[in-house]
């Protein structure tokens, strides 16, 4: 089944920074509740955008949200020192966002990394900059998950984040990310593929459409999870469909359910 990583506890979001300054639970909780009932499978938690208050940000945070919800929760943060905070007053095993070839980052996460029981998001970036081919996609990935392999992680405990890009720039960036997940599957049959979807649309008209034609491109490549807004019921309405196309929802439970409650729909 294709897991959802919900995108909108992230103090980038004015009405999210807001509220964590403000001390605003309620709007948090709100917030949270309402990604679980669409169908959320993890809560990503940020608070990197107020400069000098991450750590006391991401421990309210996740004082706020953790009692108000079952799912497990997404660490987001550069910051080993305040992951590592992070990671110990979790309660369920976590998914860590994120890792990536960057020397800096490297460097820093892979010490706070090794030995820990949880998933790790993976990002195909090195000091050379953004992936310019499938070929260097699935040679970022290998790398990434033979390092993590060397630190005690299995394959089904990473998530690979080919880095979607613009196709408004190259009408071939789209076909690039599409060759280099079914590589990266064929080669790690257990790995998972995430990522951010939104970044194929930037620069066009009617970017939902793209995106949610994208997604379910992605999907049959071998996509099993991404990164976005649970509440927005289209692409929720398309990955659950495309889900049921490809043979991953058992007797059409989730589909059936999400006609009955009215979030898919013609």
């Given at each position: 089944m294709?897991?959802v ?7 980038s979001?004015?009405?999210v920074?807001?509220a ?24 990503d ?16 945070l996740?004082?706020?949200?953790q009692?108000?919800?079952?799912l497990p ?5 550069p910051d080993?020192?305040v ?20 020397k800096?980052r ?11 029981k949880c998933?790790v ?13 499938a070929d ?5 990935a290998v790398?990434l ?7 005690g992680?299995l ?5 690979i984040?080919p880095?979607?890009?613009?196709i408004?720039?190259?009408?071939n960036?789209?076909?690039?990310v599409l060759?280099?997940?079914r ?11 995430t ?7 930037y620069g ?18 071998g996509?099993?999870?991404?990164i ?7 692409i929720?309405?398309t990955?659950?469909?495309a ?11 989730n589909?059936l359910?999400?006609v009955?409650?009215?979030t898919?729909?013609?």
């Amino acid at each position: 089944m294709f897991k959802v990583i919900g995108e909108r506890i992230n103090t980038s979001r004015k009405k999210v920074q807001e509220a964590v300054a403000n001390r605003n639970a309620e709007y948090i909780i709100k917030d949270v509740h309402q990604q679980v009932e669409a169908g959320a499978d993890y809560i990503d938690v940020n608070a990197g955008a107020r400069i000098g208050h991450e750590t006391e940000d991401m421990k309210w945070l996740i004082d706020t949200i953790q009692p108000n919800v079952s799912l497990p929760l997404c660490l987001d943060s550069p910051d080993p020192a305040v992951l590592e905070m992070a990671f110990q007053m979790v309660e369920k095993s976590p998914m860590i966002n994120s890792i990536s070839l960057e020397k800096e980052r490297y460097d820093a996460m892979m010490p706070f990394l090794e030995g820990k029981k949880c998933e790790v998001i993976a990002l195909c970036m090195d000091d050379k900059g953004m992936p310019s081919s499938a070929d260097d996609i699935l040679a970022r990935a290998v790398s990434l998950v033979e390092k993590l392999g060397k630190i005690g992680f299995l394959p089904e405990s990473i998530y690979i984040d080919p880095l979607v890009q613009p196709i408004s720039t190259d009408s071939n960036k789209g076909v690039m990310v599409l060759d280099a997940a079914r590589a990266i599957k064929n080669r790690y049959p257990s790995v998972h593929i995430t990522g951010g979807l939104s970044n194929i649309s930037y620069g066009l008209p009617q970017r939902r459409i793209i995106n949610r034609t994208f997604v379910a491109l992605m999907m049959d490549a071998g996509m099993d999870s991404a990164i976005i807004d649970p509440l927005d019921k289209k692409i929720m309405a398309t990955l659950r469909t495309a889900d049921m196309l490809l043979g991953q929802d058992q007797f059409f439970m989730n589909y059936l359910k999400g006609v009955r409650s009215g979030t898919i729909e013609s």
